[in-house]
């Protein structure tokens, strides 16, 4: 009995030893698996060289479709510029066939008048002769169709038609202050000091002027500029808490200005729709300096003393001077585009005025001695604007 149960207890090691072995190969010969429990995709063969070639190919294909919008590009600059060159020419061509038309007029113009004073007041000159011997014969054949009455009215009527052309001659005339523009502009403004080169965030103005005669013309202006610049060189950096407070690339200083501009104009020439000119002009401007960051902090300083940061604002007001060159290109008779390029410094510094005192309020002195760098900079500036007649 006990040799039978010995055998049973056997036969069942064997098949559960069997089975599990054939359950292991399942696991192990079966598909992976991922962490959600769904088939994990199997990754394609690849290597560095491969995916150099691959990068290779994406940077080729990339080139040729920035190629192709090139080549579009300038092939619609090709045709607006074909375009410029055909209106100008015939401009041109309008010119000369209107300047060649008022000389004729005015040859004509001259010789009925010569011809009519030769006539009235019956000079014996010789240059005369052709005109009276003329006139005497049309009266004749005159006289041999209509009455006397019919030919005295229609000399007068052949007389006043120069009477008229007479007061017609004289070209359009342009007094001053005649023509009145509205010029609001925007671009950019670069500053070079002898410490800073910074760019301004933002630029822009308006102008209003007006003509002294076709040449010269005057004008006044309001502008606006703005920039942001970090105060890398801040005093006392290192000292007490005062990266932890502000960080270690300096608080953000805030640049505003705004001024009134009075200018003239020079018009090198005096065409209708292309008129370049050089200017010149000078103004007064009013610019403040404060930092983005005012949180309060104080910290006693063994060498200096108790210094405070935070609610610094420095205000400073001086005069300049600018120079400027560019076009107005005229659309219409009343509307237009103008390009210009200006040149702009301080002349001479104003009063300034600071919040709080630089011994106790360090970096008030950083927004001093940057306020003067910036407004004794050479500052260039670059604007694109409108120019609306009225």
């Known amino acids: 009995m006990k040799s039978r149960n010995l055998l049973v207890l056997a036969l069942s090691l064997s098949f559960a030893t069997a089975y599990a072995q054939q359950g292991e190969e399942q696991v192990l010969n079966s598909a992976p698996i991922n962490v959600d429990g769904y088939l994990a995709e199997e990754k394609p063969v690849t290597d560095g060289e491969l995916e150099q070639i691959r990068g290779e190919l994406r940077k080729q294909k990339m080139g040729t479709q920035l190629n192709k919008e090139k080549a579009k590009d300038l092939g619609k600059l090709t045709n607006q510029t074909e375009k410029l060159l055909d209106s100008q020419d015939e401009y041109i061509d309008q010119k000369i066939e209107s300047t060649q038309a008022i000389k004729e007029f005015n040859n004509k113009y001259e010789e009925n008048q010569k011809k009519l004073r030769c006539i009235m007041e019956e000079s014996d000159s010789a240059e005369c002769d052709p005109y009276k ?53 925007a671009g950019g403004t670069s500053y070079q000091g002898e410490k800073e080169e910074l760019e301004a965030s933002l630029a822009a103005g308006l102008r209003l002027e007006s003509n002294i005669n076709s040449r010269f013309s005057i004008g006044v202006g309001v502008n606006y500029a703005q920039l942001n610049t970090n105060d890398f060189g801040g005093n006392n950096y290192g000292y007490g808490n005062y990266y932890n407070v502000y960080g270690q690339q300096g608080r953000e200083i805030q640049y505003k200005s705004m001024g009134l501009d ?28 404060k930092y983005s960051e005012n949180n309060q902090y104080s910290y006693n300083n063994p060498y200096y003393g108790m210094q405070n940061y935070g609610n610094e604002e420095h205000t400073t ?34 009063s300034s005025k600071s919040k709080n005192n630089s011994f106790n309020s360090p970096d008030e002195q950083r927004l001093k001695d940057l306020g003067k760098d910036i407004t004794s900079a050479n500052a260039l500036s670059v604007f694109a604007g409108l120019v609306v007649l009225f």
């Open 133 to 185: 011997n003329k006139y005497l014969k049309n009266k004749q054949k005159r006289a041999e169709v209509e009455p006397e009455e019919v030919e005295q009215q229609v000399q007068v009527q052949q007389a006043a038609p120069v009477v008229s052309t007479a007061e017609v001659a004289p070209a359009v005339q342009t007094g001053s202050f005649e023509t009145i523009k509205l010029l609001p502009y």
């Open 262 to 289: 009075l200018y003239g104009k020079f018009f090198i020439t005096n065409g209708e729709r292309f008129r370049p000119y050089l200017g010149f002009g000078a103004g007064y401007q009013r610019a403040s300096l």
């Open 317 to 350: 007001n001086f005069f300049n001077g600018t120079l400027m060159a560019g076009s107005e290109i005229m659309i219409t008779r009343g509307f237009g585009l103008n390009l210009e390029a200006a040149y702009s410094t301080g002349l001479s510094s104003g």
